[in-house]
């Protein structure tokens, strides 16, 4: 509840910030005496519901599109030891950390991954691959599951689509402002929109959309910090180290859908400003991290 009623207060809080600036910088007034006539509080209304709406949609859809694009199986009742264990050890887990029990499922892929995913700390999914259960050891699994179940504890999957709703609708409205002067400005259009208008937008929101998702990806790089720290309180710092390590070895196998790929423990690596668009750290860093972490269980 808390966390709809600060993403509510945070919209509310951008659409009052945005709309003064706009007035103190004259903003409004030049576009009139442009002859523009755009209404730039109804755009920021449209863009908000355009862009908080496809977020918390993609949200609501999220476990249902992860079981799709990977084909996970959820463990309805264990098929054998292995698949108890896994059920027994998120039990446990999501115990220690305060949440519900989520959804666990096992995914066919030879990659060594894994993700969580939902709407709700206390309805959420948490899905390994079978590349991943018979590459690892018991201890590193357990330790991978407790990364998971911290992101959901932390709710990181509801901030990280409150975030990119935000980015979305400062994309929406800038772009179609953008488009609105060229369109009035230089192509001196006077009524209605002309193809001007529509290019530009499209242009401007695809560039847009580029640096706002370096906006994103930098909080899903530090949500994965701290995953790794709870981690390691829930499984054990040196388990977190030996899960991590693991993966380094098996580097650009852990491969998910673009989807999924901010949710899963591993991801692909980049130099230079690639790394802006990286949503995880290298994992050379992350272990670099847990090293030199203090933490309850070692």
């Known amino acids: 509840m808390?966390?709809?009623?600060?993403?509510?207060?945070?919209?509310?809080?951008?659409?009052?910030?945005?709309?003064?600036?706009?007035?103190?910088?004259?903003?409004?007034?030049?576009l009139d005496e442009q002859g523009t006539g755009l209404d730039l509080k109804a755009l920021l209304v449209f863009s908000a519901v355009l862009g908080m709406g496809g977020s918390f949609?993609?949200?609501?859809?999220?476990?249902?599109?992860?079981?799709?694009m990977t084909g996970a199986q959820v463990i309805e009742q264990p098929r054998n030891e292995a698949e108890a264990w896994l059920v027994n050890t998120v039990s446990r887990q999501a115990q220690m950390a305060g949440i519900s029990m989520p959804e666990v499922a096992i995914y066919d892929s030879p990659d060594i991954n894994a993700f969580a995913t939902g709407m709700r700390r206390d309805s959420a999914l948490v899905a390994v691959s079978s590349g991943l259960m018979r590459s690892m050891q018991r201890d590193e699994v357990e330790a991978v599951l407790a990364h998971e179940v911290s992101h959901v504890a932390n709710g990181d999957m509801v901030t990280l689509g409150l975030i990119q709703g935000v980015v979305n609708t400062f994309v929406i409205f800038l772009s179609r402002v953008i488009g609105h002067v060229v369109d009035r400005a230089v192509f001196k259009v006077e009524r209605g929109h002309g193809p001007a208008f529509w290019i530009t937008t499209i242009i401007a929101q695809v560039v847009l959309g580029i640096l706002a998702s370096?906006?994103?990806?930098?909080?899903?790089?530090?949500?994965?910090?701290?995953?790794?720290?709870?981690?390691?309180?829930?499984?054990?710092k040196q388990?977190?180290?030996a899960a991590l390590q693991r993966l380094q070895m098996a580097a650009g196998q852990a491969q998910l859908p673009d989807q999924l790929a901010a949710f899963g423990i591993s991801g692909h690596m980049a130099q230079g400003l690639k790394r802006l668009f990286l949503s995880h750290p290298?994992?050379?860093?992350?272990i670099a991290a847990l090293q030199s972490l203090a933490v309850s269980r070692q």
């Not at 906006?215 to 390691?232: K, L, P, T």
């Not at 290298?282 to 992350?286: A, C, D, G, Q």
């Open 239 to 241: 388990k977190m180290i």
């Open 57 to 68: 949609i993609s949200l609501a859809m999220s476990k249902w599109s992860a079981k799709r």
């Open 282 to 286: 290298p994992l050379e860093e992350r």
């Open 214 to 236: 370096a906006i994103v990806m930098w909080f899903s790089r530090w949500r994965e910090y701290r995953a790794d720290a709870g981690g390691a309180n829930l499984a054990g």
């Open 2 to 30: 808390k966390r709809v009623l600060l993403f509510v207060a945070t919209n509310l809080a951008i659409l009052a910030v945005l709309s003064i600036a706009l007035q103190i910088l004259g903003v409004e007034r030049i």
